[in-house]
């Protein structure tokens, strides 16, 4: 089925072609919206919401974009809301310190399983997402999308709504920043 008749089927409310829209696209969502939080169930509820918005909204949809662009949009956007939302909450909160009695960054294992990392670098990947995290946002969105979700730089651009060299410009600037935080903060390097 073309992806202008699923559209077209979706708008007009078909069960059968939203049941197409989950199938082809919920790996996607799952794991762009679990690149962000970093939370497996965070992001199965993530992934629920994104799809319901994607129910509500597909009359909005004007086909400038693929699909796919568009829900990737929906998804970094209720993910970064997410973090958002859980960022203010912790301002108010307690917040255990990161450091150990020894004043040494503690590196714990990642409480999630993103397809893309092997159980033996799982330790690894702690200190490299935790280091992603600390990237001005549009860095770690650009750096996401292309290194973990695999887009190349004009899927990425078109995600993001900016330029090539835009996305260029970002994913070099991602890399200078995660190897200075890396060499600084984890003494990587």
Not at 90 to 98: E, L, M, T
Not at 131 to 138: G, S, T
Request: aromatic share 8%.
């Amino acid at each position: 089925m073309s992806e202008e008749l699923l559209i077209q089927e979706l708008k007009e409310g078909k069960e059968s072609a939203f049941k197409s829209i989950v199938d082809a696209y919920q790996d996607m969502v799952y794991n762009t919206c679990l690149g962000i939080v970093k939370n497996e169930e965070d992001a199965e509820d993530l992934s629920q919401e994104v799809f319901v918005q994607v129910y509500q909204s597909i009359g909005s949809f004007k086909g400038e974009s693929k699909l796919s662009t568009w829900i990737y949009r929906i998804a970094i956007t209720k993910s970064l809301d997410h973090e958002r939302k859980k960022k203010r909450k912790k301002r108010f909160a307690f917040v255990r310190s990161i450091f150990g009695d020894d004043s040494q960054v503690v590196v714990h294992v990642p409480d999630f399983h993103h397809p893309g990392v092997q159980l033996d670098q799982k330790e690894n990947a702690a200190v490299l997402f935790k280091a992603i995290d600390k990237l001005p946002e549009n860095q770690k969105i650009a750096f996401l999308l292309n290194k973990v979700e695999g887009l190349n730089y004009q899927e990425v651009s078109e995600v993001m709504e900016v330029s090539v060299s835009a996305i260029e410009s970002l994913l070099h600037r991602a890399k200078g920043n995660l190897k200075k935080i890396l060499t600084e903060d984890f003494n990587i390097g």
